[in-house]
């Protein structure tokens, strides 16, 4: 088993090919899968198991997740991340410090066991179909739901980023991103909301949170719900996994 540190902008598979690729002598002729993918704006820890180890796959997909994440408020996509179609953008006119009381009074009702909905832009299948296929296509699909389990979750700080730095930050590092995601139109889409419909300095607040939870829960997923809940909208800026199971970088 080898500890990788999947960077931002890569594909789980992208991922595993440099790997090879970096070490083709030695795992030229390999057997190789990963346990528990990363989304593409994701990083961190990415189990890859190699030759007999990839049967007990399933040992380690339900091992629970440890992650550092960063929540912007002020917008919503259809990806819940940064790497997806702005669909509401929200005038801010909270304050940093109301924010905050908010933002933990409703980070204690996240704890514990919950209905999570997959979201559309997730490779969950649905007669043999993934959810993001259907998303591309505009399709109607039930919506599958699970239970996750959030045993911990903490915010660390609230900053705040104007909307010029703001979108020089998200150009480029969706520049970054591996294969099609549809990154020069959801580009053009974050522009417009940033510096068409701002030509003054807006600021936008940015959460640190780090969380310990069950197999299966999607923190983008998570974002989204704590924007909806506070009324400004909210999505995940950025994730890394710092720990699975016992296992850490």
């Known amino acids: 088993m080898i500890f990788l540190n999947k960077k ?7 991922a595993l090919e440099s790997l090879r690729q970096k ?16 989304d593409p704006m994701a990083s961190g820890l990415l189990l890859v198991l190699l030759g ?3 049967k007990n796959k399933e040992k380690y997909l339900n091992l629970e997740k440890n992650y550092e994440f960063k929540v912007l408020f002020g917008f919503s996509t259809d990806t819940y991340d940064i790497l997806g179609k702005v669909t509401k953008n929200y005038e801010l006119l909270i304050t940093n410090y109301e924010l905050r009381r908010q933002v933990k009074n409703y980070v204690k009702n996240f704890l514990g066991e919950h209905i999570q909905k997959y979201p559309m ?3 969950k299948t649905v007669k043999g179909k993934p959810l993001f296929a259907y ?36 150009e480029k590092r969706i520049k970054k991103v591996q294969g099609d995601f549809r990154q020069n139109e959801i580009l053009e889409i974050w522009a ?6 701002r030509r003054v300095l807006n600021k936008y607040f940015i959460a640190s949170f780090k969380i310990k939870c069950s197999s299966g829960t999607y923190v983008r997923a998570l974002a989204n719900s704590l ?18 199971g016992k296992y850490m970088l």
Not at 23 to 38: D, E
Not at 135 to 162: G, S
Request: no cysteine; aromatic share 6%; glycine share 6%.
């Open 8 to 14: 931002e902008g890569e594909t789980p598979l992208g």
């Open 23 to 38: 070490n083709i002598k030695r795992y030229k002729n390999i057997k190789m899968t990963y346990a528990g993918r990363l």
């Open 52 to 54: 007999e180890e990839t």
């Open 121 to 123: 832009y997730s490779s």
């Open 135 to 170: 998303a591309r296509e505009n399709a109607e699909v039930d919506i599958p739901e699970k239970k996750v389990f959030i045993k911990k979750l903490k915010l660390e700080k609230i900053t705040e980023i104007d909307n010029k730095k703001l979108f020089k930050n998200i």
């Open 192 to 197: 417009k909301n940033l510096l068409v419909k």
């Open 227 to 244: 924007g909806e809940k506070i009324g400004t909208g909210a999505l995940a800026f950025s994730i890394k996994r710092t720990k699975i």
